[in-house]
């Protein structure tokens, strides 16, 4: 047996080695496919990296830069809600997600078995077990994910979305699902939308029975949602928005598929985003090597105005809606130097600027004046003003409420809250080595560990 | 520079990467395959860059950590993509050394895969992370010493060792 980290890693490569690559006309592929999907997916990418990365380092990078401030260690442990859930064998890895007061979790055994199991967020009580047996064989590649809606959760493996009723885990359906289908879960309905034929259909949380759906249009480039449902893709307000290559819009109810309105906006360029929020609709109208321009339509008055306007060398690189009616656009200029701009979009004119980290960084707001930029295990918070207020590294951050921030660390350690305002720890106490990510409410954290499911208070 | 023969001279090197820092031969193979996906919509553009590696180690560094994308977003992989061989199950060595890379903070595991994965200098390190080298010797330092911890006793008798 080797001895030593040389040896260790050299195994690890030459089993790396062995592993079979896809020719890179898969790659290609893949390419061309997501550009054509972009358009549904792009708001969602945005949030991925509230959850990248590990234990927090926190500084005041606005009057101190170089000043970092290390996680306070702390002797006590968090107050634990109930006793850990077992999960079940030695597992080393689950997903959890939450909704409406039940945290969820989900492992595969090693005979291929899905298990799920709930539990009351507030009490930490278990409230229910569920398992599905697969009956293809494990898949290397296969897609597995665990999703909340308002009374259902909904597992997804590569080939189907089974749902399952939150209060006893009781299994209402499932739902085929193809390579490429989306699956929107709306509080109103289960949407799925075919990519190979361009359908929707809305199927009922409780009975599974299809409640509507839209015949193919050719030129269909895909559904958004208003803010609140996209970014997190589990749930809506009750409207969809169905968009053409040639940027004729339907707000439909997403409860009966009925058409509310149609209304046509500029018609976007070839791989262009399209993101509803609230009360706007983004158009990115052109794009390319002359630069890139967006327009914002105002949903209520259905009025198209061009809100940006960016030369040649620059490529629109994240956007997010940071405040009612604030735009934040992450500007990408030659030489990788990147910029975050705030736009008012009621005035058509730009707020602030001011220079944003370098690397391939994604943009995040809380909606309410706040932004994040965050890249691999560095994110960056700003203010309303555009002032970087504090920023975290290699931190689990994520927005509390309004004016906190939590971290909580991928290794054993401190969890924290770091007041927006100031930049103030508050450190709870410290958790164990979690085997997935974590969930939280403003009152509760919840982590699969190896112990089991835990769940922590963060009031106290 | 030619994308394919780009993704011929490189994509060995960023499949050891990608297993490296995930431990996990499936979630490697479509980390490599979403990175040069991604570069390939930007290939214009990446092929001007100074080292165009580089990048695609960022865009996997990033989403090996990214929730999101593992729990939903492999579902975009198009419909024609074949499916790849079964991959032999690691050794029991590998397990070890992946599940003690776990643990670890994502910047040691990071400096620890580039290290002793890709024979990547302190140096060249510094410059790809935008590190100070003694950041990068602390993350290898420390990343070193959470293996020793993590790894039973009885595999490690004598320490860890740094050959390079």
Redesign the interface.
Known sequence: ??????E??A???R????????P????????????R?RAV?AS??A???V?????GLVERSDRRPDQTVAPTPSNRAMPEVGSPISLGGTI?SA?VVAADGRVFALWKADDGTFHLRAADLHTGALLWEAEHRTEQKA?????????AAKSAVVL?TSGAAYVYRATDGKLLFDLP??????LVLHDRAAIRWS??DQQIEAYDWLTGERRWSRDATADRLGIVHPRGTLRL?ESGDGQLFEVTGEGEVRLMDAGTGRVLETFTVPRPADNGWVIAYDNWLIIEETSGKNGYRLAATDLGTGETTTVVSEKAGH?LHGLDMCDADRLCVLDQAPLRRYTLASIDLTRQREVWRVPAM???PMVESDGHGRTMVA???VMAFYDANGREVLRTK?AATSWLNTETLLNVP??PGPVQLIRFSDGHVTTLGEVP?RIG?CVNTEDRLACPTLDGLRIWSLTG | MDFDGFYRDTSRRLMRYAYGLTGDAGEAQDLVQEAYARAWQRWRRISRYEDPEAWLRLVVNRLSTDRWRRMFVRRDRAAAEPPLPPVAPPSENTVLLVTAMRTLPPAHRNALALHYLLDRSIADIAAETGASIGTVKSWLSRGRAGLATALEPALLPEGTSDAR
Request: hydrophobic share 45%; aromatic share 2%; proline share 4%.
């Open positions: 047996m080797p001895a030593d980290l040389d260790l890693f195994t690890l490569g089993q790396a080695d062995a592993i079979p690559l896809a890179a006309a898969a790659a290609r592929e893949r390419g061309r496919q997501r550009n999907t997916v969602a990418v949030v991925c990296l959850v990248a990365g590990a234990v080393t997903d898949e290397p590649n296969a897609l597995v994910g665990l999703r997804n699902l193809a390579e490429n289908d989306g990519q190979q893709g490529t370098e690397g391939y890249d691999t295990g290699e991928a290794a080595l990510n």
